[in-house]
């Protein structure tokens, strides 16, 4: 399993990626728009930070000027860039041409195991469905992750959760075959800080101060 930090802001994205272990950035329009500054300022800095990966979804709607958005990004950041193409027709055409140059590409704002089934035939090294998001639209979220899951068994796509909002939700997905996830950082804290860990932690500074002033 990898872990994604999904976010644009400098300050998460630095400390997601301090802690080591935490593969890449996902990013998406809406993300980017909340810093108030321009996507390339975003993916030229996010770069510097050494993700493995970075994920970029094009403002840009026609497929024309999709294409020469992610050029310009793929400038920008290099081949670490994976462009997160929306799962359309048009969509599924630009995926299918950028894997063809050899780019690894991803298929988001997957509902259906339809569209994960074309974005494998399209040349797909990833598909990300959005899981609450699907959830709140009335189809499961976790079954929607294991249809996909079942749909791609025995290829090479891989599947990344994405719109997760609770640690019950990653779990979930996890235990119905995606086999990587990407979180907020609020998120990516809480699978870390477990409450009662946090608790042993406070009692056994309790303990070992309450030796240091007996000394
Ligand atoms: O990057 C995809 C994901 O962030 C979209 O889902 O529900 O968090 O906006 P949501």
Known sequence: MAVYVDSADLEEVRE?????????????????????RKPEE???AISELWPEELFYQPFSTGAEE??????????????????????TWEGLKLLSELAGKGWKCALTAVYSPLQALLAKEAGAFYVIPYVNRATRQGIDGM????????????????????????????LGVLSCGAHHVTV??????????????????EEFARVSNSGKEGK
Request: aromatic content about 2%; charged content about 20%.
């Open 16 to 36: 997601a990626l301090s802690a080591g272990f935490v593969r890449g950035v996902t990013t998406n329009p809406a993300l980017i728009a909340r810093t108030g």
């Open 42 to 44: 975003i993916i030229a």
């Open 66 to 87: 999709a294409r020469e958005e992610l050029e310009r990004m793929r400038d920008i950041a290099g081949p670490i860039l994976v462009p997160k193409i929306p799962a």
């Open 143 to 170: 079954e929607l992750v294991a249809q996909i899951s079942r749909a791609l068994q025995g290829s090479k796509v891989q599947i990344i959760a994405a719109s997760l909002k609770s640690v019950e939700e990653v």
């Open 184 to 201: 907020p950082w609020p998120l990516l804290k809480a699978m870390a800080d477990h409450p009662l860990s946090l608790q042993a932690v």
